[in-house]
Every structure is written in C-alpha cells, then in structure tokens.
C-alpha cells in the first residue's frame, strides 16, 4: 500500500517538476540510438535499462535513469529512494530530493539501515551528480564508475 501511495506522489508531481523546475534542454537522442551505440559505452547501458524496464526517455529527465544506471540501482520504490540518498550523499541538493528522502524515510523507517547504506556509498564517491551525461554517452560505463568511485 506504501508503495502505492509513494507512486502516485510521483506521477502528481512528475509533470510541475519537469515543467517548471528543470531548466536543462532534452537530450537530442532517441532510445533506439542509444541501443546502436558500443555495448560498452554509458549510452548502450542506458538503452538497456530503458528497454528492460519498459521506459522511454523522459524529456528533461534523463539524468534519473542515468544515475540507475550509473550507481546500479533497481527501480523499486524502496531503491528509487535509496538512490536519491546515494545523490545526497554525493552533494546532490534539491528541493525534489529533500522531499523524497522526507517522505521515504517517514514511509520505510524500515529501511533506514539500507538509506544509510546508500548515503554512504554517494559519500564515498567522488562527486558526479552534476555532470553532462548526454556528452558522456560514448564513454564505456566501467570507466566512469572507476573514475568516480562509483561502487
């Protein structure tokens, strides 16, 4: 039920958050794109995500999917929070990310070991949140998680 309820928070506040609070402009590049590209590389790993979740890219949000895959996160609600724990601990800060980890640690105080977790391994990686990733696509993955200290 939870995950119901945290789920239909985010497809309320998707829609204002994309139009009003991202300034960025959409990644010119199409999933299919990203799926020709080297198996290596971050875009091909991307695609992947994508096609095997059953997503699109979302205009403007693109760097969400980006940091699943970069930090090897699953897409659960559980996850997706856990996630933006990782960011915060990378230095990530937004008023969209304040109120998932709000809502997600009043929602899972049982996975509060597991938030801490994730917080600690964006603490341990070097900064990365905040890079241009639609210039990065043709980079291979591991190299950028080595880079970065992504673990």
């Known amino acids: 039920m ?10 309320i506040s998707k829609k204002p958050y994309q139009k009003f609070l991202k ?11 990203l799926l020709l590209m080297p198996k290596q590389t971050l ?4 695609g992947h995500f994508l096609s095997k979740h059953g997503f ?9 999917d980006v940091f ?3 930090t090897n996160t699953g897409i659960t609600v559980p996850e997706e929070i856990g996630m933006q724990y990782f960011l915060f601990g990378n230095g990530k800060r937004s008023l969209y990310l304040y109120m998932v980890i709000a809502t997600g640690t009043l929602f899972y105080p049982d996975k509060i070991g597991y938030f801490e977790n ?9 900064q990365f949140h905040n890079l241009d990733y639609f ?15 992504i673990k």
């Open 2 to 11: 939870r995950d119901l309820f945290i789920e239909k928070l985010y497809d």
């Open 23 to 33: 300034k960025n402009e959409p990644w010119k590049i199409t999933h299919a794109e």
């Open 68 to 70: 699943h895959v970069l």
């Open 56 to 64: 699109e890219i979302q205009s403007k949000l693109e760097d969400h």
């Open 43 to 46: 875009g091909f790993h991307l």
């Open 135 to 149: 210039k990065m696509l043709s980079i291979p993955l591991k190299t950028i998680q080595t880079t970065f200290k």
């Open 118 to 126: 994730q917080y600690l391994r964006g603490k341990n990686a070097f």
